[in-house]
């Protein structure tokens, strides 16, 4: 399974990724730090599953949400908090 994780503090991004992968059963295709990120990132790569903070700063992960959801109606978005 591959995942995208987007969230503003590159500190919890970074965990997350060291969790996610010491599964040995799911990939981290890439780590953004922004909504517009989520966006770009998740054009490039269309991840399995999108991990998404719900708070940052600029664009929130629940507007960038909301614009991948419009444009890819399968996306499968988890927001954390």
């Known amino acids: 399974m591959n995942i995208l994780i987007v969230d503003d503090d590159k500190l919890v991004a970074m965990s997350l990724k060291m969790i996610i992968e010491a599964s040995g ?22 991840p ?6 719900i708070r940052m700063e600029g664009m ?3 507007e960038a949400g909301e614009k991948i959801i419009k ?6 978005i988890l927001f954390l908090t």
Request: net charge negative; proline share 0%.
């Open 60 to 62: 929130s992960g629940l």
């Open 48 to 53: 399995d599953i999108l991990l998404m903070d």
């Open 71 to 76: 444009k890819h109606g399968d996306a499968k």
């Open 25 to 46: 059963e799911m990939t981290v295709l890439a780590c953004g730090h922004s909504g517009m990120e989520a966006i770009e990132l998740y054009e490039k790569h269309m």
